[in-house]
């Protein structure tokens, strides 16, 4: 099911708010796929890649306030592509990928983020 996008914000909107003051780090894991390369046999191969899911990353990253190198929270991207970005304090780099956004690893990401009971946003 999807969220609606005002939902989705009013969502993206507490957690980049929410300051949780318990032992447990909150943690966010974003799952984006491109899709490179991939084609349809429909209508003369047609692509099937989705470009427009990297500058996603970038504007998830943004509303986060995602900044390399930091404890406060746990992030977990899975992506099928690089993404070199620009965090708010002006330092830019490669973002870490934790995996491909295969089943088996979406699995194992979020029963790591939750077994120490934290709490957090999955995308």
């Keep these: 099911m999807a969220i609606p996008p005002l939902a989705l914000l ?3 909107t507490l957690l980049s708010q929410y300051n949780v003051r318990g032992t447990s780090t909150p943690y966010v894991i974003l799952i984006l796929v491109h899709y490179e390369g991939w084609t349809t046999n429909l209508n003369g191969g ?5 470009d427009s899911v990297k500058e ?9 306030k995602y900044r390399h190198g930091d404890s406060s929270r ?3 991207i899975l992506s099928d592509f690089e993404c070199v970005y620009q965090d708010y304090t002006g330092k830019e780099q490669a973002v870490t990928r934790c995996g491909v956004p295969d089943r088996e690893t979406i699995l194992k990401t979020v029963e790591e983020a939750t ?7 999955i995308h």
């Design 46 to 50: 047609r692509s099937m890649q989705l």
């Design 56 to 64: 996603d990353l970038k504007r998830l990253l943004d509303y986060l």
């Design 10 to 12: 009013r969502k993206l």
């Design 115 to 121: 077994k120490s009971g934290a709490w957090g946003f």
């Design 74 to 76: 746990k992030w977990y």
